[in-house]
């Protein structure tokens, strides 16, 4: 106990300490989101990405644009290294193991039996780099009766019974309007990772992590199947309103506007009822616990609701901030670029993005106070740091002049322009 803490008071008294991830190199073969998120958090904390792509076109990603820019790809690939090689070509192969033997991880996202097909199986690419960890990312996982099933986001939010409950009890169910399995997925992923190199620190040995889209959804919804058990019920879509706690849900202002409350603590149920005038609810028995509450949801939610339309989404905002309620605005984005708490905090950096004016994006996220993350770069073009790449990894002049006059490795390219 003495010499830990001994070790770590000197630690917090370094200056200048490099990013966390100093010193880890990670291989991303990924497509879109999942693997994207995982890499994105990695390379954020100072892990050297280096994004292997296909010559002429890309990771998909680069094909999500808004009036013609690759916002996404900018945004989730900054940070990283672009090389655009052929590796379903013999001699690509040949480059891409070399990174591979070379690197502390692998990301992938193919479909299951894909990486065994191309002759890359984990325990062949163990055997040669026994301290790798490789991350497959799929829709069902390497395992079970679906995994050779294709599994987009929208089928995981759709099966894991999120888009069940999510909406209004009286029209059909909702899929979120995000990529949200797949986000969530790119987190565990990351935890993953963090928690793989740690059990090599201990004993220099990788391993392969097998994160299905559905797992991490499933887990995100909480004790859903163990309530279904209890109490024989299946969780119904409610709007904004919750089965666990009252008054929660979205109110309208007079002036059209809308207001989120969440009164998920006896305390602030009370200070609530209090703020719309109405203390006598506070002993009322219909009321007066949160169980009550719940039981009585819509009758206590219509009360809220009949005082909130009566005001303007500023006056309550006021009334309430000032007795501290927790509520706060349905903010649209135009309320949220350049609003006083997004500059105070600094969630929006803009990243200078060549040729362009300055990009932004949400900073690193979440904040160290002796190794932070930083953003070094948004995402790259197509092939930006192919040939100083291979040089890094013991390619020579005359075996990188060739893989381009063979087409496997492509120059530097704008996307932007091409797709």
């Not at 995982?38 to 990603?61: C, N, Q, S």
């Not at 040669?128 to 799929?138: C, D, E, K």
């Not at 059909?172 to 797949?182: F, R, W």
């Not at 770069?377 to 002049?401: T, V």
Request: net charge negative; glycine share 10%.
């Amino acid at each position: 106990m003495t010499s830990r803490r001994k070790r770590q008071e000197i630690n917090l008294t370094q200056t200048n300490a490099q990013p966390p991830l100093a010193g880890i190199t990670v291989i991303d073969l990924s497509r879109l989101v999942s693997g994207n998120i995982v890499t994105h958090i990695l390379a954020d904390f100072g892990a050297e990405v280096i994004k292997v792509e296909k010559p002429g076109r890309g990771d998909d990603l680069r094909n999500w644009k808004v009036e013609g820019v690759s916002t996404f790809w900018k945004t989730y690939c900054r940070n990283k290294k672009s090389i655009a090689l052929d590796f379903r070509h013999p001699d690509g192969m040949v480059v891409l193991k070399r990174l591979i033997n070379g690197a502390d991880v692998l990301v992938e996202n193919f479909r299951p039996g894909t990486l065994e097909k191309m002759g890359l199986a984990p325990d062949r690419l163990l055997e040669n780099n026994p301290g790798l960890v490789v991350v497959r990312i799929s829709g069902w996982g390497q395992t079970g009766i679906w995994r050779d099933r294709p599994g987009f986001g929208s089928l995981i939010e759709a099966m894991s019974g999120f888009a069940a409950m999510n909406g209004f009890e009286d029209r059909p169910p909702v899929l979120p309007p995000l990529a949200l399995a797949d986000m969530i997925a790119g987190q565990s992923g990351a935890t993953a990772v963090l928690m793989a190199l740690r059990a090599r620190d201990r004993d220099g040995t990788g391993q392969v992590v097998d994160l299905s889209l559905f797992e991490p959804m499933f887990a995100a919804l909480g004790p859903q199947i163990a309530n279904l058990r209890l109490s024989g019920r299946e969780p119904g879509r409610m709007g904004s309103l919750s089965e666990l706690s009252a008054p929660r849900n979205i109110y309208e202002t007079s002036d059209g506007g809308f207001v989120a409350l969440s009164a998920s603590t006896q305390a602030m149920a009370e200070r609530v009822f209090r703020a719309i005038g109405r203390p006598e609810l506070v002993d009322d028995p219909r009321f007066r616990t949160n169980s009550d509450r719940v039981r009585n949801l819509n009758d206590c939610d219509q009360i809220v609701a009949d005082f909130i339309r009566t005001r303007t989404r500023s006056d309550i905002m006021d009334l309430f901030s000032t007795a501290e309620v927790t509520i706060g605005i349905v903010a649209t984005y135009k309320d949220l670029d350049g609003h006083s708490y997004i500059t105070s905090r600094g969630v929006i950096e803009e990243v200078p993005d060549p040729g362009s004016t300055d990009f932004p994006m949400h900073a690193v996220s979440p904040r160290m106070s002796r190794t932070p993350g930083a953003i070094t770069h948004i995402g790259p073009s197509l092939g930006a740091d192919g040939p100083d790449l291979l040089k890094d990894f013991g390619c020579s002049a005359d075996e990188i002049a060739g893989l381009v006059q063979d087409g496997i490795l492509a120059l530097p390219t704008d996307l932007e322009e091409e797709v």
